[in-house]
């Protein structure tokens, strides 16, 4: 909250202006998204408000419900097994000399050849709803119009929840005895099933959107924008969690690709398993201006 | 994009007479081939918006033109057309965005050396009798292919100048919302103007 108040201070002083009359005399617009939910616009709202002549600021809240396949690699059972307990992995079958040569390889991240990674997509589709908010800071480009009309820039901060629910399938690595030290010595033994419920990721992303905005029959707003995204995933539970935040980085608006963070946190002992991705989104957004 | 405008007095503005505000769309840079077609599709929506946007600004504005009917026109032909072209004499000596073209050296010279100030007629100081207010003007838009053009402004007869003018600039084609968006500025300028 604090950030909150001191963003809209900071916002205020760069924006205001005396001339601020908004579009035909409105400042403030609701909009809804249409890419994301033709069938329920509503749950993805935003609302934007002109500071100054140039300046506005926006605050959204999205609730949506997907079902996505997610395609997974082989570095998502490389994560499997650095965030699995040793009784985890012997109930998947492992034996003690695979977990101690695995323990002694997979915590060193170089070990891992990820060029050679592969790729494997899921037989079934999870369940994912996620509610996140977010607000940000657009610049108008217009100087003779006022906001919020005209073309535009924008920065968006999002952080929010994933939960998630479906059957997740690992394909479980193994160790090949007969190329035991070399880098590519993991093959995939089997894949193991299991059932997820509900299961929290957090999410957070920072959003840079270049778009427009129409004003139609004097209080219809058009919005059109497409940029990029940076979006972090981090789990609160660390058994399983980690794989699934992995596999949700890919699938948050980040379509270019995804950075495992996992390494080893020397001081408190523990496997760090944030994710990163990027990616491109494109907004469709219809709004009304209210006042 | 440009923003130009001045005020000479700030006092409260009484009924203002407009002159058939007039939205003209050319097809090239030397307003040479006019769109007579488009224009006057916008023409009846562009006098309402004035109407609509100055009553909303509590802005007394009285709209004559060759559409009034009765005495309106008459006047209109009479009084306020030599008016109209007064003023836009005045405007052209002046060294406004406007009066940009590529090559205003002889443009430049002839203001250099005939310059005048923007002053009216002393003889159109009847008209305030006549109607009732010193305050006569012109809201007028042009857009071509490149550039988009509103002018607004106020003359005082009683002392023969010009008293408000505004001059903005699009680098666009003037549609619909953005002729809207241009009106009520100009007012919602207008207004703040005159009651500081």
Not at chain 1, 97 to 110: H, K, M, N, T, V
Not at chain 1, 177 to 195: E, P, T
Not at chain 2, 14 to 26: G, W
Request: proline share 3%; charged share 25%; with cysteine.
């Amino acid at each position: 909250m604090r950030k909150l108040i001191l963003f809209t201070l900071i916002a205020f002083s760069v924006t205001f202006q005396a001339f601020s009359q908004g579009v035909l005399g409105k400042k403030a617009v609701v909009k809804v998204n249409l890419f994301n939910g033709f069938r329920m616009p509503l749950n993805d709202v935003q609302f934007e408000y002109a500071l100054g002549k140039k300046f506005s600021i926006t605050a959204g809240y999205s609730l949506l419900a997907s079902n996505i396949r997610p395609e997974y690699r082989f570095d998502y059972a490389y994560n499997f097994l650095q965030t699995s307990s040793q009784a985890t992995l012997k109930k998947y079958g492992y034996t003690d000399y695979e977990i101690g040569y695995l323990a002694s390889q997979y915590l060193d991240y170089r070990a891992y050849d990820y060029d050679d990674a592969e790729v494997f997509s899921f037989p079934e589709k999870l369940n994912v709803q996620s509610s996140v908010w977010s607000i940000g800071l657009r610049s108008y480009k217009s100087s003779i119009f006022s906001a919020p009309y005209g073309r535009y820039f924008s920065l968006e901060y999002l952080r929010g929840k994933q939960k998630v629910t479906g059957n997740i399938q690992i394909p479980i690595p193994c160790v090949d005895d007969f190329v035991v030290g070399s880098y590519n010595s993991y093959y995939v033994k089997s894949q193991r099933k299991f059932k997820v419920t509900d299961r929290e990721i957090n999410t957070s992303s920072f959003q840079m959107n270049f778009g427009k905005q129409w004003v139609k029959f004097d209080v219809l707003t058009i919005d059109f924008s497409w940029g990029l995204v940076y979006s972090f995933t981090s789990a609160t539970n660390k058994a399983q969690d980690g794989y699934i935040a992995s596999i949700l980085a890919r699938n948050n608006g980040a379509n270019f690709g995804s950075f495992p963070h996992t390494k080893w946190n020397t001081i408190s002992s523990t496997i760090d398993y944030r994710k990163s991705a990027l990616g491109m989104n494109i907004f469709l957004r219809v709004g009304y201006l209210l006042f | 994009m440009h923003t130009d405008s001045f005020q000479n007095k700030k006092s409260e503005l009484q009924k203002v007479i407009c002159i058939n505000p007039t939205f003209r769309k050319f097809e090239d840079t030397d307003f040479d081939d006019e769109d007579y077609e488009f224009a006057s599709k916008f023409k009846q929506l562009y006098n309402s918006s004035i109407e609509k946007y100055s009553k909303k600004n509590k802005l007394n504005y009285e709209v004559y033109s060759p559409y009034s009917e009765g005495e309106k026109l008459t006047s209109y032909y009479k009084d306020l057309l030599p008016l109209k072209s007064a003023i836009l004499k005045s405007l052209n000596v002046q060294d406004n965005p406007m009066n940009e073209v590529e090559s205003n050296t002889y443009k430049k010279e002839i203001i250099q050396k005939f310059v005048v100030p923007t002053m009216l007629p002393a003889e159109l100081a009847e008209l305030v009798g006549k109607y009732d207010t010193p305050y006569f003007s012109l809201v007028d838009i042009y857009t071509s292919n490149g550039k988009s053009y509103l002018f607004h402004v106020i003359v005082d007869l009683n002392l023969g100048r010009i008293e408000y003018q505004e001059i903005k600039g699009y680098s666009g084609l003037v549609k619909k919302s953005e002729m809207k968006m241009f009106v009520y500025d100009s007012f919602y300028l207008l207004d703040k103007f005159f009651k500081k």
